[in-house]
């Protein structure tokens, strides 16, 4: 058997959504990449968490959740707010006025359920009662009921490959390499930088991950 080339995983297709929870007083939310229904007769939506982000601890707890469908009319600071932060440091849903929230560029309603969805750079909302739940290791996938959904916005909905072609900061050059270029691309938000050697304190501008969270590539 020959060697598996992982970059094969770059090229299955995905949405982008805003999972939302709700415990006790306690808002969060984090972004997530797979939400897909997977039954018609009933009509059931999967979706599957990481375990390291605190919204997965608060969906296992209470069996509830929203997803809010990011569109194309999503910036980054959307995917900034969500996806580069833990709800267990910030309170993502710290209001700066009027049911908004990041600096008044992000605003949200709560759902009937009680639990927040987004409205800006989104085109569906759906909340979801869980059903079953299966422990995929890193993930747990959950199998949910939709009770409540509604179409926000006829803006096409966001894939993975938009959102890294256009949504997604452009990689900075910051020096070159004799020998063609070394680049250290991120694996988090994929932010490259270009040059031999990373310092090892480097923090990445973007999301602030550290140094083991890139990868050496030659080109």
């Excluded at 306690?26 to 229904?37: D, E, P």
């Excluded at 605003?107 to 422990?135: H, M, R, W």
């Excluded at 995929?136 to 009921?145: K, R, V, W």
């Excluded at 490959?161 to 949504?167: A, F, K």
Aim: hydrophobic residues 35%.
């Amino acid at each position: 058997m020959g060697e598996m080339n992982t970059k094969a995983m770059f090229k299955l297709s995905y949405g982008l959504y805003v999972c939302t929870a709700k415990k006790g007083d306690k808002l969060n939310g984090c972004i997530i990449n797979t939400a897909i229904q997977v039954a018609s007769e009933p009509n059931r939506i999967s979706i599957a968490v990481n375990k390291a982000n605190y919204t997965h601890d608060m969906i296992k707890e209470t069996g509830e959740c929203n997803i809010s469908v990011i569109s194309n009319d999503a910036t980054f600071d959307l995917f900034k707010h969500f996806g580069f932060q833990s709800g267990r440091d910030v309170n993502k849903f710290e209001e700066t006025g009027a049911g908004k929230i990041a600096e008044d560029k992000i605003s949200y309603k709560l759902a009937e359920n009680g639990i927040p969805y987004v409205e800006t750079g989104i085109n569906a909302y759906f909340s979801l009662k869980v059903e079953q739940t299966v422990d995929l290791g890193s993930h747990t996938l959950f199998i949910c009921e939709p009770v409540m959904m509604e179409v926000l916005s006829d803006t096409s909905s966001c894939t993975y490959e938009y959102y890294q072609n256009n949504i997604k900061p452009k990689p900075q050059a910051v020096g070159t390499t004799p020998k063609g270029e070394t680049v250290w691309r991120c694996l988090i938000c994929g932010y490259e930088w270009v040059g031999e050697e990373l310092p090892d304190d480097f923090i990445c501008p973007i999301c602030k991950h550290p140094k083991a969270d890139f990868e050496k590539i030659v080109r």
